[in-house]
Each structure stands twice: as C-alpha cells, then as structure tokens.
T-cell receptor
C-alpha cells in the first residue's frame, strides 16, 4: 500500500450498533487525524494523535473514541451509533513539519 | 478557536481567472492551507503559506496577509477539470487544522 487507506469504503449501520472505522498509513507519519465532513459545514476535527501512544480531542469528539497503539494505525470507534453520525469520515496524516496533511479516500457512513 | 470564512460558490468561464478569498480569526496561527476537493473524493493539497506574500505554483497562486487575517487562492487559465470545492484551512499553534466550509467553483465552457 502507498499513502493512507481507509476501510470500509461505505457502511450502513443500525442505530445503537458499535462500529470501528479503520485507517492505516505507510508513510511513517507521526501525526494522524479523523475528520467528518457534512454538507455546508466543511471538515471538522473529531480526534487527533500527534504521536503513537497519545491522542487528543478535536472540535466534535462526543460519541467517538480513538486509539494509537502504533505509528501506522488510527482506528475510530463509534460505541453506539446515532443518526446524527451519518457523514463522510476522512482520516489524514502529516509528518513532524505539519506542512501538509495527506487524506485517505474516506468512509461514507449512514446510520439508520 | 478559529473562525474561517470563504464564499460558498463561484462561477467562471474556461480560460478565465478566479480569486477565492478567505478571512480568518484565530487564537493561534501556524500557517494557512488551500486544498482542492472534487466531488466524492478526498481533499488534495494545493498550497501552504506561513509567511506574508504570494506563493506561485503553476496556474495556482496563494497569498497571505497575517496582519489582516486574509488569504486568497488565484486560479489562472481555468480548465473544466478545475471545477471542484476549494477549502481554506488554518493550522493552530497546537497543529490542529480548522477548515472553512469550502468554495464550490464551477467552470463553464
């Protein structure tokens, strides 16, 4: 693989179910991010990690959790999905210079 | 926090020039980014400005004035493939990116 991959590409989920969105990068970037993108609101930061073993809250963290056990992987978990979490989710990464964030292809999530 | 404003939509003719303005109010500043996003795709990096002035890269240029909290992205010699959403984003002192809602540019023949 080259760059950032996300899985699944899309998912339809019943409300109340647990879901983990996967993100993997092979660029050895220190920092990783999760965004959601909703029409008219742009990209909003959910959680981030500046280095393996550390995480932080972004602008809209409620209902989501993350972990960063190693450099490459940064999964996003919805413990109990709600319809307002219907969105397109993008994972991104950057190196220590933070001069550019590289984005994954996105996951389209629908919660019914 | 960050407050980032950019126009919602712009329309221009193929071969023309379009300027997308972005104003921001920020509690900390570590650079300003422009990204391009085609419908259904991920954002892709266009430019990064951390110092005042103009950065030129082919048909695209980006300008920054930190004292005015202002940036613009200039697209020259517009092509149909430039029809996309253009996102202005500010990097804070703790290296978090805050995005504007995006400007949808439509290029007409």
């Amino acid at each position: 693989i080259a760059g950032i991959t996300q899985a699944p590409t899309s998912q339809i989920l019943a409300a109340g179910r647990r879901m983990t969105l996967r993100c993997t990068q092979d660029m050895r970037h220190n920092a990783m991010y999760w965004y959601r993108q909703d029409l008219g609101l742009g990209l909003r930061l959910i959680h981030y990690s500046n280095t393996a073993g550390t995480t932080g809250k972004g602008e809209v963290p409620d209902g989501y959790s993350v972990s960063r056990a190693n450099t490459d992987d940064f999964p996003l978990t919805l413990a109990s999905a709600v319809p307002s979490q219907t969105s397109v989710y993008f994972c991104a990464s950057s190196d220590a210079s933070h001069n550019e964030q590289f984005f994954g292809p996105g996951t389209r999530l629908t919660v019914l | 926090g960050q407050n980032i404003d950019q126009p919602t939509e712009m329309t221009a003719t193929e071969g023309a020039i379009v300027q997308i303005n972005c104003t921001y109010q920020t509690s900390g500043f570590n650079g300003l980014f422009w990204y391009q996003q085609h419908a259904g795709e991920a954002p892709t990096f266009l430019s990064y400005n951390v110092l005042d002035g103009l950065e030129e890269k082919g048909r695209f240029s980006s300008f920054l004035s930190r004292s005015k909290g202002y940036s613009y992205l200039l697209l020259k010699e517009l092509q149909m493939k430039d029809s996309a959403s253009y996102l202005c984003a500010v990097l804070s002192n703790d290296y978090k990116l805050s995005f504007g809602a995006g400007t949808t540019v439509t290029v007409r023949a």
